[in-house]
């Protein structure tokens, strides 16, 4: 036992006279270099080495705040910076003196580069993706080309003059100019093209035949955005009867009528509907569609037939025209007594809408479809 202690002894010494010179001899020090652009805007994308003579001694990449930490002997250095600029990249030289143990911060601005964030709005001024994106040199030769850009589309790039092509939904913007200056600059580019949503989205409507009360409207349910699942129970869907009114031509119908409240050049009308057999809810045989603009004179589109979807479905019946309107009518053809009912959508143009008077309330719903 007393033996093997003193062997050990020993070696324990060692062990902490090498710690112990570790210790005090000291660490390398470190370059922290910052990039910067004129003004204060950080450069993102450059490489930076750190060289001793013509000896590379440490090298790195600037992190996304334009900060690189490259560990280094005490001594002096050349610091070679390298923008990554779309074209030929911009190389500078500065020097850094770095000292033992301490962080050595050098912060090197950057003249002739700028960052060029593009984005995009529609006819309406309201912003939409960029599609096709191609960036070009002042001599219009093609320098980047990105493809579904979103909401904005970055270039690190030198001063200049610079071209822009954009292509999206068959909207297309052709060397649209833009000059980029030192530090951030930020260009929205008008785009031809027309955003097309749900203009009935949140809007009031009316259904001829009341809904049953255990399958009820809250209030605005049909275009509130929320779908229910093929349970019929579930909450989210209105369950009227068509067996409220005499069937017109041995058919049972409903008449729906959606106020999209301004005047709308409108595309699509979508009904979502459940169809469940079980329980006896098919979706509707036919839709004829009929548009207004005062809830008065109408304008009564051609009656289109639907087949039925597979069983156990959350199905959505699409009717295509062209049209302005202020309300869309549905003339619902059904197949089984219950139709349930999950959303009324009518595709138009984010901010194309146009004063119209009207009153969905006094709309006579049967006279729209020369019903007796
Ligand atoms: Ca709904």
Redesign the pocket.
Known sequence: MKAKFRLWLPLLLVVVLISGCTLFSGEPGKAKVSLKMVDGTPITEAEVRLLSGTKEVAKGSVNTEGIVELPAKAGSYKLEVTVQVIGDPIQIEESIAIERDKTTTKSVTVENVGVLTLTFKDKHNYETDGGNVTLKDSNKKVLSEKSGVKQEAVYVLKTGAYYIDVQKDGGVVENYEVTVNAGANAVTIPLPVATIVNVASGQPYRLYKPFEPQYADSGG??T????GTTAYNHE?WVGTLGSREQPIEGKLWQILVVDLGEKNEISEARLICLRNVGPGIQTPQALTVAVSNDGVEWEVFDRQEYAQPDDLTVHTLRYTLEAEARFVAFYIEQVTNWLFL??VEVDGILGGGQPAEGDLDEIDLLAIFNLP
Not at 224 to 227: E, I, L, M, P, R
């Open positions: 349910e049909l509130d955005g929320q779908v989210a999950g959303e």
